[in-house]
């Protein structure tokens, strides 16, 4: 019994974290601002290529890029960029190449 109210727990807990993470084609991207629902968007945002490899993924506060948004090679594992934002704002940007190496900065 213990064992089932522990999976319990533990997938509310995984389904809760997940409520803040969409899908890009599922926003309204445009003018600088992400929405979701007709409304301005906080939480992680990913975007998938059209055989479902990850692309890129990123954080929104208020609808504003904030954190890391992080690009990706084909593979959707290798990095290929890292961009910080604070509240849309571009602070900088670190290249990688295939293998993880950096490679410059902006």
């Known amino acids: 019994m213990k064992i089932l109210k522990l ?10 974290e997940n409520q803040n993470e969409v899908l ?5 991207a445009g003018y600088g601002t992400i929405k979701y629902n007709d409304e301005l968007y906080t939480g992680k ?20 890029k904030d954190g890391d948004y992080i690009k990706y090679y084909s593979d959707g ?10 509240l ?5 940007t670190i290249y990688y190449d295939e293998k993880g190496n950096e490679t410059g900065r902006d």
């Open 45 to 64: 945002v990913k975007d998938l290529s059209k055989d479902g490899k990850l692309k890129s993924e990123f954080t929104v506060i208020d609808g504003k």
């Open 7 to 16: 999976l319990l727990i533990a997938l509310i807990i995984s389904s809760c």
């Open 88 to 92: 849309g704002k571009v602070l900088s």
């Open 24 to 28: 890009l084609k599922d926003c309204d």
């Open 77 to 86: 594992k290798a990095k290929s960029s890292i961009t910080k934002y604070k």
